[in-house]
Nanobody, 120 residues
């Protein structure tokens, strides 16, 4: 069982920055962030495995940075140059084995979510 607790969601103006954090309990093979905007399907944002390999969805490349502090079991997402289309509930996600890491939404654990709102 893995418990994920997110923090850091807020309201910002376009062009601003936010940093999300997620504290995890239990072993994870890879972790990531997914988001869901109003009226849209959940989509993957970024993920990182235990070897440090990072993958980003195209719309956030060059703006978002995912990192993991292994000592503190904490996942971070630094979001820069935020745009209104980044508005969504952001969920921390974790996978306990490689079989759950292959696709964007294949994680087997999710947090409760934190709201990010970007105004123009």
């Amino acid at each position: 069982q893995v418990l994920l607790v997110e923090s850091g969601g807020d309201s910002v103006q376009a062009g601003g920055s936010l940093s999300l954090s997620c504290v995890s309990s239990g072993f994870t093979y890879c972790m990531g962030w997914v988001r869901q905007a109003p009226g849209k399907e959940r989509e993957g944002v970024a993920r990182i495995d235990n070897y440090g390999k990072r993958i980003y969805t195209d719309s956030v490349k060059g703006r978002f940075i995912i990192s993991k502090d292994k000592a503190k079991n904490t996942l971070h997402l630094q979001m820069n140059s935020l745009q209104p289309e980044d508005t969504a509930v952001y969920y921390c996600a974790a996978a306990t084995g490689p079989e759950f890491c292959g696709r964007w939404l294949s994680f087997n654990y999710y947090g409760q979510g934190t709201q990010v709102t970007v105004s123009s």
